[in-house]
Structures are given as structure tokens and as C-alpha cells.
């Protein structure tokens, strides 16, 4: 009989192995939730959520092709769920569905209400209900956007910025991040929370009655975070509550998936020992020291208990946020020349390790990753030259470098036995 360890700490990072979604931990307890406008509540309230898993970024064309081929589904459900017009990027294929066009790692888009519930069924997940959408996005200090309370058009996917295209890869503009981690809590597309849409909802939030809004088959749903489509900073504000009143049909162009796991999932990661002690052990607001993890020893890590490709995925992520944090310190100048050749540079690292973990043809973007990974060096050492970054940030990073060199190359030599 498999024991429990009452004491034990939680997984920071779960994968969820039906479609490969990387899911954070958002500690349990209490964050400032709302904002001024009337259906906000009326002004900042706090509220006590228990700690829950929620997607690191939303499903992507590819998971959503994935799920397509696996369930089959007949033209009522396919109609329901999605639209697949000349626009969107998931398509019928030879004895499924394939993502295509260059766009397998962006969101995928123009999926109802209806076919996202479909789609967490299907992989074991849910999706989060409008409270637990907002303190992923905004942590728990009631700040106005993701990264802080100043607009910053460059830290989200925006009308903007998006020049001549519309969504953006799932792991872009990491420094617009949330606190746990999340990418894309504000831009590139809207998403669906599980709530049924109230304009009252907030008034008995406010008042300590957290049960969701109910709602018919045909009720409008909640959708938050602002897309590639807005340009005023309002929309993209973590308080901000949207809804559609169309959740049956697929036609807003700009909605996707952020899934989601209640606290006690029996983790991927230590499958016989689930946790299920007190959510309050995990909760706090310190949650990131700071150094893009959890504030325990490398020893501790419990990526460390992983398979080898996700601890590769997990020190690539980690590296991204320590050299965001790094190159947000650099004078403005270089910030925009060598920061912004790191911070691509680093990203395309983790964007290939992803997408190595899900294809078997991995050796060619291993070796990318790898030549990547190598410019990031070279260009961390510049930075150290130049004295941007100080001996201590320069070693942390180099640390860090080397291991996911180390971890890269155990990957490529165990695809070529």
C-alpha cells in the first residue's frame, strides 16, 4: 500500500501526460481580486481560493489537432467545436487532423466554449473558473497587468506589435509573464474561463460567496486576457471581465484554451505518494525567489523526479526567466540590441525543446536547440564584458547554460541508440 507523505512539498511544475500541457502551481490563499468598474466589484476585495495547476501557456494547434484525431468526432460535434475555415490552422488530414502552416506552437483559435470544455475532458483537465483565471494572471498583490501596474505594449501580443500577423508562438514575450510563471495571461488571444457570465458575480464575491454563476446550455460564458485584435490598454488589464454570448458556436476568432488541475491531482510526477495534505503549505506570495524557481536547493528541485526531457524543458524555462530578469537591468540602449538577441535566442532554445518532446524526428531540433543555446553563451559573456550583468548573475546563468547543454546532449545521445 503506497504511503502519503503529509510533510511532502508540492510539484511546481506537472505535466499532464494525455496531451502534454505543462501545468504551474498557484499556491493556495487569499490575493486581491476585482477592480473599479461596476462588474468588477466595485474596487480591489480579497478572496481565499486553495491552491490549483494552471497551464503554463494556452493548448496550441497542435495538442488541439492531437485531441481531434484521437476523439474522431462527427460533423454536429466538429461544427460545435471548432471552425475550420481557410483562416485557422488546424486541418483534416490523412486518418486525422494535422496543424500546419508554420503554426503548430500558436494558440489555437476560433474553438467554442463547447469544444474547450471537449478538449479538457478529454485530456484530464478543466477549465478554470474566472477567479482562479485572475490570480494566475495577477498573483496575489492586485497588480493592474500580468508584469506589474504600468502598461508595457511590448510585454504582450497586441494590435500593436503584431505587424503582419495575428497570434503569436505560445512561449512569446516571456517578460510579460505572471508572477507564478504564465505566458500570455494578457494578448495574443482571449480565453475561456468555466463560469457561466453574471455582471453580479463579483458583488457576491465580495460579500465571501464563491459558488460560480450558473447558467442554461446557451448562456453567455466568461472570456479574459485581451488579444492580438485590442489596442487599449484597458482590455488587457487582469480584472477586466469579458464575455460572449455565442459559447455554442466557434466564431470569435480570438478565443482559446487555458486548461486547468484542482490541488489534490494525483501528480504526474510522484505518482504514488499524491499530495493531499493542507493547501496552505503551499501558499504565500513568495512564491518565485526570484532566480526563476522555487527557492530550494538544486538538490530539491522536483523537476528533478521528471523524465529527462521535461527536466531538459524545465532548466530551459528556468534560464528564460533568469535572463529576462537579467536583460530588464541592461541600459535601454543595449537592452533593445543585445538583450533583445539573447532574450530570442533563449526562447527559440525552449521553443525547440518543446516541440523535440512531441515529434520523432527530434535530432535536427536538438541540434538547433543546441547551436542556440551555444549563441546564448557567447552573448552572456558579452553582456559580462560589458558589464551589464555582474559576476555573480553571469555565473548563475553560465550554471545554468551548462546544465541544459548537459541535459540537451544526454537527450541527443539517447535518440541515437
Keep these: 500500500m503506497a504511503s502519503v507523505a503529509a510533510k511532502a512539498k508540492p510539484e511546481w511544475l506537472v505535466e499532464n501526460e494525455k496531451d502534454g500541457t505543462l501545468l504551474l502551481l498557484v499556491p493556495g490563499g487569499k490575493f486581491l481580486a476585482g477592480g473599479p468598474r461596476s462588474d468588477e466589484g466595485g474596487g480591489p476585495f480579497e478572496v481565499e481560493l486553495p491552491a490549483f495547476y494552471l497551464g503554463i501557456h494556452p493548448v496550441t494547434n497542435a495538442q488541439y489537432a492531437r485531441f481531434l484525431s484521437a476523439v474522431k468526432p462527427g460533423k454536429g460535434d466538429l461544427e460545435k467545436w471548432i471552425l475550420l475555415d481557410s483562416d485557422r490552422f488546424v ?33 484530464g483537465l478543466r477549465l478554470p473558473s474566472e ?93 479574459r486576457g485581451g488579444s492580438w485584435y485590442n489596442d487599449r490598454p484597458g482590455f488587457f488589464r487582469c480584472a477586466l471581465r469579458y464575455s460572449t454570448t455565442t ?38 506570495s513568495n512564491f518565485w525567489d526570484g532566480k526563476g524557481g522555487l527557492g530550494v536547493s538544486q538538490a530539491e528541485h522536483p523537476a528533478r523526479q521528471a523524465s529527462e526531457e521535461l527536466v531538459a524543458i524545465t532548466k530551459a524555462y528556468d534560464l528564460v526567466r533568469e535572463l529576462t530578469q537579467r536583460v530588464g537591468k541592461f541600459p535601454r540602449e543595449s537592452r533593445f540590441i543585445l538583450g533583445d538577441r539573447i532574450l530570442n535566442n533563449v526562447y527559440d532554445v525552449l521553443e525547440l525543446l518543446v516541440e523535440a518532446k512531441y515529434t520523432k524526428e527530434k535530432w535536427g531540433l536538438l541540434e538547433r536547440a543546441n547551436l542556440k543555446l551555444e549563441q546564448v553563451r557567447y552573448q552572456v559573456r558579452l553582456a559580462h564584458d560589458e558589464r551589464w550583468m555582474s559576476t555573480h548573475q553571469y555565473e548563475v546563468a553560465a550554471r545554468l547554460i551548462d546544465e541544459v547543454g548537459r541535459l540537451v546532449g544526454g537527450w541527443r545521445k539517447a535518440g541515437s541508440r
Design 91 to 123: 486541418r483534416a488530414a490523412s486518418g486525422g487532423y494535422e496543424a500546419y502552416g508554420g503554426k503548430q506552437q500558436h494558440p489555437v483559435v476560433r474553438v467554442s466554449w463547447y469544444g474547450a470544455e471537449a478538449y479538457c475532458q478529454w485530456a
Design 131 to 223: 477567479l482562479e483565471w485572475e490570480k494566475g494572471a495577477r498573483g496575489v498583490d492586485g497588480r493592474e497587468y500580468p508584469w506589474g501596474n504600468d502598461w508595457d505594449p511590448s510585454k504582450c501580443r497586441n494590435s500593436g506589435n503584431r505587424g503582419g500577423e495575428r497570434t503569436c508562438g505560445v512561449w512569446s514575450y516571456p517578460e510579460g509573464c505572471s508572477p507564478w510563471g504564465h505566458y500570455q495571461m494578457a494578448g495574443n488571444v482571449w480565453e475561456w474561463c468555466a463560469d457561466a457570465w453574471h455582471s453580479g458575480a463579483y458583488d457576491r464575491y465580495k460579500r465571501g460567496d464563491l459558488r460560480p454563476p450558473s447558467g442554461s446550455a446557451d448562456a453567455a460564458r466568461v472570456v
Design 247 to 284: 459559447p455554442r458556436t466557434a466564431s470569435t476568432t480570438t478565443v482559446f484554451v487555458r486548461p486547468g488541475l484542482s490541488y489534490d491531482y494525483p501528480l504526474l510526477l510522484c505518482p504514488f505518494t499524491p499530495f493531499s495534505s493542507s493547501a496552505s503549505e503551499a501558499s504565500g
